[in-house]
C-alpha cells in the first residue's frame, strides 16, 4: 500500500497529540460500547481465568513441595 507507513504514523500522532484528544474519540466511540454491551462475559472469563490461574499455581506449589 502506498504510504502506509506514513498515514500510520499520523494516526499514531493523532492518537498522542493531546489536543487532538484522538484516543479520547476512538475510546469513546469504538471500545466503550463493546465493552458496556459484553461487560458481563468478560467479568465472567476474567472470573474464570483467575481460577485457572489460581489452581495451576496450587498445583505448581504442591508439586515443589513434594520434590
Not at 6 to 35: D, H, N, Q, S
Not at 52 to 65: S, V
Amino acid at each position: 500500500m502506498p504510504m502506509y507507513s506514513e498515514a500510520k504514523v499520523v494516526f499514531f500522532l493523532y492518537l498522542w497529540y493531546p489536543k487532538t484528544r484522538g484516543t479520547t474519540y476512538i475510546y469513546e466511540t469504538f471500545f466503550r460500547p463493546y465493552v458496556a454491551s459484553h461487560e458481563t462475559e468478560i467479568d465472567r472469563n476474567l472470573l474464570e481465568m483467575k481460577v485457572r490461574a489460581d489452581d495451576m499455581i496450587f498445583l505448581y506449589c504442591h508439586k515443589a513441595a513434594m520434590c
